[in-house]
């Protein structure tokens, strides 16, 4: 079955500063991949989306980077600010099987 | 604005009671979806349903029922409530249009004591 996992459970990186969030899969089958941000008290909110016939795809201040070679993505984001603390989860859409999450801090 | 709205943000249950979680969303999404997350297992998919009265089993479908009679309404049961089903219960719902971009309702923390 799917397997979608992220490398860390916790990252903290300065104000300002850019972040890179990774995930693993394991499943090549997969066609498309969501990355989610979950803030305190609330559900998940989409963020952005990748095909898996793209390598990288830019929305607002966040990037995300697809490596089918080893079956990796990543989700970058710009200038990291306080509204970016959350728990960042990717998605493997084929199956939606989400990942555990890793939360971000954002240090003032 | 999208909405997906759910009947209770806490509910604390009894052992063996019968336990209906409530979701609404209106922006008339075919697709509707029900989730339990829990710490150091993310979220898994329980039931999901792409149109009135019809229903598919996620991952974890055991101990679950669902009912959809209309369109904007998706209820998930929980037949006979046990205390490994103490969880968070988020619902979500999507359109055909993009059905992997799920919208997420504010999570019911159940408690089964």
């Known amino acids: 079955g799917e397997s979608v996992g992220l490398h860390l459970p916790t990252l903290s990186v300065q104000e300002g500063d850019n972040s890179i969030i990774n995930c693993a899969y394991s499943?090549?089958?997969?066609?498309?991949f969501i990355w989610y941000k979950q803030e305190s008290g609330k559900g998940p909110q989409f963020i952005i989306d990748?095909?898996?016939?793209?390598d990288k795809r830019q929305g607002q201040r966040v990037t995300v980077l697809l490596n089918k070679t080893v079956k990796h993505l990543s989700l970058q984001i710009a200038a990291t600010q306080p509204g970016d603390s959350a728990v960042y989860f990717c998605a493997a859409a084929n199956n939606l099987f989400f990942g555990t999450g890793t939360r971000l801090t954002v240090i003032p | 604005d999208v909405k997906v709205t759910q009947s209770s943000r806490y509910l604390v249950k009894r052992t063996g009671e019968k336990v209906f979680l409530e979701c609404v969303q209106d922006?008339?999404?075919?697709?509707m979806f029900w989730y339990r997350q829990d710490p150091g297992l993310g979220l898994r998919l329980i039931y999901f349903?792409?149109?009135?009265?019809?229903?598919e089993k996620g991952d974890i479908p055991e101990g679950y029922s669902v009912s959809r009679e209309k369109k904007e309404r998706f209820s998930l049961i929980l037949e006979s409530a046990s205390t490994n089903q103490t969880s968070m219960y988020l619902c979500?719902?999507?359109?055909?249009?993009?059905?992997?971009?799920?919208?997420f309702g504010p999570g019911t923390r159940l408690t089964v004591t």
């Open positions: 499943n090549s089958a997969s066609d498309y």
């Open positions: 990748i095909r898996s016939n793209m």
């Open positions: 349903s792409y149109d009135v009265k019809m229903k």
């Open positions: 922006m008339d999404h075919e697709n």
């Open positions: 979500a719902s999507s359109s055909i249009a993009a059905p992997y971009e799920q919208y």
